[in-house]
């Protein structure tokens, strides 16, 4: 994949339209990421259709990316955790990955945190890579409580870290 120009990718907050697209990007990119890396339990209640729903609700957390008129990304950041970063498969390697990460940094921050945090699952190598590459520190193992059709599901994850410049 060629590099993207970062004057070609639009940044904006995502709205209603934005969620079919939001939510097939997320189950793709979920998927490749974390089968065989998490339980059962969640994979159980991560189907097609709960991207869907989820996708949807979180429209208000979500910043999405957009070339050409196409939406190829997203972001969500509650507080100081960046909790979801994806990209559209076709635009792995392009650099828009790191344009996302850093406006969800800029969001912790500006939310006052001088710190963000997400989690990722030990097995996913691809993207440990890819936020070690983005000056992400890994502060070791933790227990993220992922919600799921009922009770939290516990999911063994490596916490990653970083210092952001609070505006």
Same mark, same amino acid.
């Given at each position: 994949?060629?590099?993207?120009?970062? /004057?070609?990718?639009?940044? #904006?907050?995502?709205? !209603?339209?934005? *969620?079919?697209?939001? =939510?097939?990007?997320?189950?793709?990119?979920?998927? +490749?990421? &974390?089968?065989?890396?998490?339980? +059962?339990?969640?994979?159980?209640?991560?189907?097609?259709? /709960?991207?869907?729903? @989820?996708?949807?609700? @979180?429209?208000?957390?979500?910043? %999405?990316?957009?070339?050409?008129?196409?939406?190829?990304?997203?972001?969500?950041?509650?507080?100081?955790?960046?909790?979801?970063?994806?990209?559209?498969? &076709?635009? #792995?390697?392009?650099?828009? $990955?790191?344009?996302?990460? +850093?406006?969800?940094?800029?969001?912790?921050? =500006?939310?006052? &945190?001088?710190?963000?945090?997400?989690?990722? *699952? !030990?097995?996913?190598?691809? $993207? #440990?890579?890819?936020?070690? @590459?983005?000056?992400? &520190?890994?502060?070791?193992?933790? %227990?993220?409580?992922?919600?799921?059709?009922?009770?939290?599901? !516990?999911? !063994?994850?490596?916490?990653?870290?970083? #210092?952001?410049?609070?505006?």
């Amino acid at each position: 994949m060629t590099k993207i120009a970062e /004057s070609a990718v639009t940044l #904006r907050p995502a709205i !209603p339209s934005d *969620s079919e697209a939001v =939510a097939v990007i997320w189950y793709q990119g979920w998927r +490749d990421g &974390h089968l065989g890396n998490i339980p +059962d339990a969640l994979v159980a209640v991560r189907t097609e259709a /709960s991207f869907y729903e @989820r996708a949807a609700q @979180r429209i208000g957390d979500t910043v %999405v990316a957009v070339v050409e008129g196409e939406v190829v990304g997203f972001v969500m950041v509650v507080d100081d955790e960046v909790e979801q970063v994806y990209l559209a498969g &076709h635009r #792995r390697g392009s650099g828009i $990955a790191g344009i996302l990460l +850093d406006e969800a940094e800029r969001l912790v921050a =500006a939310n006052g &945190h001088e710190r963000a945090w997400l989690a990722v *699952s !030990p097995g996913n190598g691809r $993207a #440990r890579a890819f936020y070690e @590459r983005q000056g992400w &520190h890994d502060e070791g193992h933790f %227990v993220y409580m992922a919600g799921g059709a009922g009770e939290p599901i !516990p999911v !063994p994850c490596q916490r990653y870290v970083k #210092r952001v410049a609070v505006r």
